[in-house]
């Protein structure tokens, strides 16, 4: 089994900073993606970023620029830096992992950007 465990959440000015991480532990290897979806009320699902097992990364265009996704291995966790963030940021962040074909979840913390 994976398990998933997001922090860092919280409520954040408009133009503000917040660091997501993800800590993964169980039968993770070899996993080929974890990353980041968010889901914002009334919408869909929507990946955020993601990054390989080899390092490849993917973001979505709305968050170019202003999000980082990286990894740490040894601690087998993956951060979400996100720096000038948007009210349209504000949605459930959710911390996923891909191996052998199944998606495994985290329960998700909330961002919320508001002034």
């Known amino acids: 089994q994976v398990q998933l465990v997001e922090s860092g959440g919280g409520l954040v000015q408009p133009g503000g900073s917040l660091r997501l991480s993800c800590a993964a532990s169980?039968?993770?290897?070899?996993?080929?993606?974890m990353g980041w979806y968010r889901q914002a009320p009334g919408k869909q699902r929507e990946l955020v970023a993601r990054i390989t097992s080899g390092g490849s990364i993917y973001y979505v265009d709305s968050v170019k620029g202003r999000f980082t996704i990286s990894r740490d291995g040894a601690k087998n966790t993956v951060f979400l830096q996100m720096n000038s963030l948007k009210p349209e940021d504000t949605a459930v962040y959710l911390c996923?992992?891909?191996?052998?074909?199944?998606?495994?979840w985290g329960k998700g913390t909330l961002v919320t950007v508001s002034s």
């Open positions: 169980g039968s993770i290897f070899p996993f080929y993606y």
């Open positions: 996923y992992l891909q191996r052998a074909g199944i998606n495994y």
